[in-house]
Nanobody, 119 residues
Framework: VQLVESGGGLVQAGGSLRLSCAAS????????MAWYRQAPGKQRELVAA????????NYADSVKGRFTITKDNAENTMYLQMNSLKPEDTAVYYC?????????????WGQGTQVTVSS
């Protein structure tokens, strides 16, 4: 299974970006997906998560009201719409998937995509 991310870049404070994460490979079912981020010198932190069916979401307090996580079940693709970006949102953003292949659960990470917000 591969997780391919896209959509990072450089944006001014107050701007918007949309990240995408497409899951492909073996036949699997998604238990949950999430976005994490890691800023220089800091630990990786959870940004937002969504259940496999897309019915439930969870956000870090720092991004509530500004970021929206969604999922296209047909395409096994997850999105993170980021609005009102702040310089403190600057980090490498990683896609994470908790999925099942057969009767076994696996965790996968994407390669990361850089988001830089200038002041």
């Amino acid at each position: 299974v591969q997780l391919v991310e896209s959509g990072g870049g450089l944006v001014q404070a107050g701007g918007s970006l949309r990240l995408s994460c497409a899951a492909s490979g073996s036949t699997f079912s998604l238990n949950a997906m999430a976005w994490y981020r890691q800023a220089p010198g800091k630990q990786r932190e959870l940004v937002a998560a969504i259940t496999g069916g897309g019915g439930r979401t969870n956000y870090a307090d720092s991004v509530k009201g500004r970021f929206t996580i969604t999922k296209d079940n047909a395409e096994n693709t997850m999105y993170l719409q980021m609005n009102s970006l702040k310089p403190e949102d600057t980090a490498v953003y990683y896609c994470y998937a908790d999925l099942r292949i057969g009767i076994t659960n696996y965790n996968f990470w994407g390669q990361g995509t850089q988001v830089t917000v200038s002041s």
